[in-house]
């Protein structure tokens, strides 16, 4: 009998269990594991940088959520804004002063933005601001590039048509071709590719939406040459540049990816924001937003139509709130940034020991490693990694309690939580796993 609860309680009872009533097992896909293989892990608390899982193992966490954990797991300054938000009720339906407090928050740390529009989540953001782009400027057609996820709305699920002047195709069943024939889908980091389709296209583009810092074909950053193009040829063209800060937005530096391009670029700026994870702290919490003369073209001022029931939650609201303010004490960016560094910098020596191609990257919170002789500057040098390897250091990791992305295609995240003790740990189980 006690042999039969064990049992019932094992990560791979309750995978099986679960495929039963949730389609492949799991609410999002990339939680099944298939691309790395074997059974993942059903988490059954957090605190701190650790997770705990049904057998009762403890991992050190670099997924964070895929982003939102910032602060670690369980921060006490976050828990006790939560219980206290949640004593005041669950949701109203109506305004808050705390929706007004998170919406400073956020154009105080982002001042190129006059105004946000609170939602639930990222992929809802992403949706309504290419609403917005297409709403304001009266155009339809856009710009997207392949590695660069923007949630899973019809018009952005879109591969590359067969020239880079033509649009693209669904990557899912159920999306019309219709529906995203309008999406032009470039190579990141190419500007010859980006001036071909702005010399063809140029006139009918509402607006270029882009992960300034991808993190969903591992780390890639736009270069700097790239990104100066593309705002001088949107400016041009009357086209928006959308930047998706949903994942690199308070995470790779207090003011996102923008600030560093800002710091990079003289005068730089981007037209609409997108945002989520660290906003809401773990919370279902997103946002889009940029000048008060754009977002006014939204509902209930102008013509472009979004809602929703929850959207600016006051729970939520009083998780993202309550992060932000820790972020935002003197110091905490430079910490966390030095501890990731550390991470990817004993990642790499690890490597190198083992005489193992690997090289990495990182920018505040947020950091790759790919098994690679140099840095990937777009999906396919992403994918073209060794995958092999990388399935095979995932597992070694995660048998050694290093909980990392099962996808050799997705960044990882660090929490002001992390300890130097547990980076030395995760280099010392990396110099394991790289020598296996
Ligand atoms: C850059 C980016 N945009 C949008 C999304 C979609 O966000 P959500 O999963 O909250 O819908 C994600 C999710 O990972 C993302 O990384």
Redesign the pocket.
């Known amino acids: 009998m006690s042999i039969d609860i064990a049992f019932m309680t094992s990560n791979q009872a309750l995978f099986a269990r679960a495929q039963g009533v949730i389609p492949g097992g799991v609410n999002s896909p990339v939680r099944a594991f298939r691309a790395v293989g074997g059974t993942p892990r059903f988490i059954k608390r957090a605190q701190g940088a650790y997770l705990w899982d049904a057998e009762d193992q403890r991992y050190i966490d670099y997924i964070g959520s895929?982003?939102p954990m910032i602060l670690g797991h369980g921060h006490p300054a976050v828990v006790e804004a939560v219980q206290r938000a949640l004593l005041d009720g669950f949701s109203f339906g109506a305004p808050t002063e705390r929706e007004i407090e998170l919406a400073e928050a956020i154009i105080a740390l982002v001042p190129a933005v006059e105004q946000v529009r609170l939602v639930s989540?990222?992929?809802?953001?992403?949706m309504s601001a290419l609403r917005l782009a297409r709403g304001a400027t009266g155009r339809t057609k856009f710009i997207k590039f392949e590695g660069?996820?923007?949630?899973?709305a019809d018009p952005l699920l879109v591969k590359a048509g067969s020239g880079l002047a033509t649009f693209g195709f669904p990557t899912s069943a159920g999306v019309p071709d219709d529906v995203v024939k309008h999406t032009l889908v470039l190579p990141y980091n190419d500007i010859a590719a980006l001036e071909q389709a702005f010399d063809t296209h140029g006139a009918e583009l509402a607006c270029v939406m882009i992960?300034p810092i991808a993190?969903?074909m591992n780390f890639v950053r736009a270069s700097v040459p790239f990104m100066t193009r593309l705002r001088a040829l949107c400016t041009q063209h009357g086209a928006m540049l959308v930047f998706?800060e949903?994942?690199s937005g308070f995470r790779v530096a207090l003011g996102g990816a923008h600030s560093v391009y800002q710091r990079l670029i003289p005068g730089f700026e981007a037209d609409v924001f997108?945002f989520?994870?660290v906003i809401g702290g773990g919370m279902p919490l997103?946002a889009f937003g940029g000048k008060r003369d754009v977002m006014s073209q939204l509902a209930p001022l102008g013509p472009v139509y979004q809602a929703g029931t929850l959207s600016g939650n006051p729970v939520a609201t009083a998780c993202g709130l309550a992060t932000l303010k820790e972020i935002s004490r003197p110091g905490y960016f430079e910490a966390l940034s030095a501890r990731t560094r550390s991470l990817v910098d004993g990642l790499a020596g690890a490597a190198r020991e083992a005489g193992v191609p690997m090289v990495c990257d990182s920018e505040g919170g947020m950091f790759g490693f790919f098994f690679a002789d140099s840095l990937p500057q777009n999906y396919t040098e992403t994918m073209a990694t060794d995958k092999d390897r990388f399935n095979r250091f995932f597992h070694a990791m995660l048998d050694q309690g290093v909980y990392l992305a099962p996808a050799l295609y997705e960044a990882g995240f660090v929490s002001s939580a992390h300890s130097a003790d547990d980076i030395a740990a995760t280099v010392a189980a990396a110099a394991t796993a790289l020598r296996g």
Not at 121 to 126: I, N
Not at 148 to 152: F, I, T, V
Request: net charge negative; aromatic share 8%; with cysteine.
């Open positions: 895929w982003g989540s990222g992929t809802e953001a992403g660069c996820y923007h949630g899973h992960e993190g969903n998706d949903v994942m997108v989520g994870k997103a």
